[in-house]
């Protein structure tokens, strides 16, 4: 209400006063809704944030066994390389 004044404490008038407490009224009714649209809004985004962080530890775990894998196949490589080296000259290959 732009219009209340010291005035209306003061020296109050019923038609006034009623229209103060209505805005008031109207006010918190206001905030009660918008309040549990807000907390819905905050649980659901709680539950996203947990969500996400779960799967960028399943990401990040997975990114780790690729790179030990690919690790594990280029310290296999040189081995691989000797034995298709010893192949293509039909000898046995020597480990």
């Given at each position: 209400m732009?219009?209340?004044t010291l005035k209306d404490l003061m020296k109050?008038?019923?038609k006034r006063t009623v229209r103060h407490?209505?805005?008031i009224i109207n006010f918190a009714k206001?905030?009660?809704e918008r309040l549990a649209n807000y907390q819905a809004f905050m649980a659901e985004t709680d539950s996203?944030?947990?969500q996400?962080?779960?799967l960028e530890d399943s990401n990040e775990e997975r990114a780790n066994r690729i790179h030990?894998?690919?690790q594990a196949r280029a310290a296999d490589g040189e081995s691989v390389a000797r034995l298709q080296a010893s192949r293509s000259l039909g000898t046995q290959p020597q480990f």
């Open positions: 732009r219009d209340f109050p008038e019923p407490l209505s805005a206001f905030r009660e996203l944030n947990e996400k962080n779960a030990a894998i690919k």
